[in-house]
């Protein structure tokens, strides 16, 4: 190999070391706030759990989110392959189990790995489904939000978030619109402009894109998985308010969805594994919001973040071994 050939591999090496230590300091600087003026004595009395039926119920509502989510997904895939709710749900677990140990979200990629093989289709092929995934979230999380601001007083903090939030929302929907009802004859027709292989490519998967999210959506699974995804939000929405319940905090579920919303929004962004720093960071602020004091929100962050992990880590690592598949093989996959 020559001089030039070395050097941009050595560049390539710089850039992938380079993500992974913005993402780690990040989460450290966020865990450094959350924790730099917190009394350690403090801190481990405000992590004191008073009703540990609730946490068990808490724990249970938020694997029936996971769960809700495998339903989902198989509807969404449907126009792919036909594949049973529980594989669904074991691809989610193996995903989120990756997101656990390895940073910026390559759990998603495992996901539709494992499930572009048990279907035995082209990996392209099943993302489309994620992507009305994430828009089905982001449409319900600003619903759940405005449904919120009706019985508790929303933060001047938040306003702005909030807005910009619906904008987001919206430009994505007028995008995911645009892209189901463009024709595919334009599609391939402007696919055939394009010289470079590159822009090609690109041109082709758009059109693969469109004519999923067509077939998607025009079957009444599309309505079945919107209405998931609400369901979804709320066990979630349901799972924090019963660790606040059980911790003493002492405020309405109202405040709970807003808190949840400012977490999922905060740690929507790929992060460090397990979302370390930006999770306690966010709950932190959220609960902040509400008057919540600092050292008793730095504690609830703790015990929310462990109640709630500790089981997917069981469940994800169940999931992982009943592939059949080392766990190596499978991020070496996904990574292609």
């Known amino acids: 190999m020559n001089s030039s050939g070395v050097d941009a591999l050595q560049r390539e090496a710089q850039r992938t070391r380079v993500k992974p230590a ?29 009703n540990w039926w609730l946490v068990a119920l808490a724990i249970i509502v938020d694997i029936l989110t996971y769960v809700l989510q495998g339903v989902r997904w198989k509807l969404l895939l449907a126009p792919v ?33 494992l499930v572009s093989r048990w279907l035995s289709s082209r990996f392209t092929s099943v993302l489309p489904s994620m992507v009305i995934e994430r828009f089905l979230d982001a449409l319900w999380l600003v619903v759940a939000f405005g449904v919120a601001a009706i019985f508790v007083p929303i933060p001047k903090e938040l306003t702005e978030a909030a807005d910009l939030l619906v904008g987001v ?124 004091e600092k050292t008793s929100a730095a504690g609830f962050s703790v015990v929310y973040f462990l109640a709630l992990t500790v089981p997917l880590w069981i469940l994800g690592l169940l999931a992982i071994n009943s592939t059949g598949i080392r766990l190596s093989t499978i991020l070496e996959g996904a990574a292609l």
């Open 22 to 50: 913005l993402v780690y300091a990040f989460a450290a600087a966020c865990l450094v706030w959350v924790f730099h003026d917190v009394h350690p004595r403090r801190l481990l009395a405000s992590m004191s759990i008073a």
């Open 81 to 113: 392959g036909r594949l049973s709710s529980m594989r669904a749900t074991q691809g989610i677990y193996a995903g989120l189990f990756t997101n656990e140990l390895v940073p910026l979200r390559f759990g998603e990629l495992v996901r539709a790995f």
């Open 169 to 292: 929302v919206l430009l994505a929907s007028l995008l995911f619109l645009w892209i189901i009802f463009r024709k595919q004859g334009e599609v391939n027709c402007n696919r055939r402009r394009f010289s470079s292989r590159l822009l090609k490519g690109i041109a082709l998967f758009a059109s693969q894109l469109s004519r999923r999210f067509s077939d998607i959506v025009a079957s009444y699974r599309f309505s079945l998985a919107a209405l998931l995804s609400a369901g979804m939000l709320a066990c979630q929405a349901l799972a924090l308010w019963f660790m606040m319940l059980a911790c003493h905090l002492g405020l309405p579920l109202g405040a709970g969805i807003i808190v949840l919303l400012v977490v999922r929004l905060g740690t929507a962004i790929p992060n460090a594994p397990a979302n370390v720093g930006s999770f306690q960071f966010f709950c932190v602020l959220a609960l902040g919001l509400f008057g919540i």
